[in-house]
Nanobody, 120 residues
Framework: QVQLVESGGGLVQAGGSLRLSCEVSGLTFSSYAMGWFRQAPGNEREFVAAITWGGGSVRYADFVKGRFTISRDNAKNTVYLEMNSLKPEDTAVYYC?????????????WGQGTQVTVSS
């Protein structure tokens, strides 16, 4: 049974930082690219960042470049999203995703999401 469990969300003031984590079980973590997506109320789920299985290549949505950093620790089966200089428009539920290849499109495995709220 594949499980992706996000943590680290919360309430933060604009300009602040949060670090999201996603621990994965039930699949060979080091064989999967990992991504983060987000969904704000009334909006479609959108791509945020992705990282290859070995961590050698990353991709970011334009709206987070320079502010967010994706990383992974294959020994811990965990992917991270470091979020700095947060803005109220970053408020959303953040989901991690596992895919066979790095892409802005999601793969077949999702976590349950973690809420990030940025106050102005």
């Amino acid at each position: 049974q594949v499980q992706l469990v996000e943590s680290g969300g919360g309430l933060v003031q604009a300009g602040g930082s949060l670090r999201l984590s996603c621990e994965v079980s039930g699949l060979t973590f080091s064989s999967y690219a990992m991504g983060w997506f987000r969904q704000a109320p009334g909006n479609e789920r959108e791509f945020v960042a992705a990282i290859t299985w070995g961590g050698g290549s990353v991709r970011y949505a334009d709206f987070v470049k320079g502010r967010f950093t994706i990383s992974r620790d294959n020994a811990k089966n965990t992917v991270y999203l470091e979020m700095n200089s947060l803005k109220p428009e970053d408020t959303a539920v953040y989901y991690c995703n596992a895919a066979r290849y790095i892409s802005t499109m999601p793969g077949g495995y999702w976590g349950q999401g973690t809420q990030v709220t940025v106050s102005s």
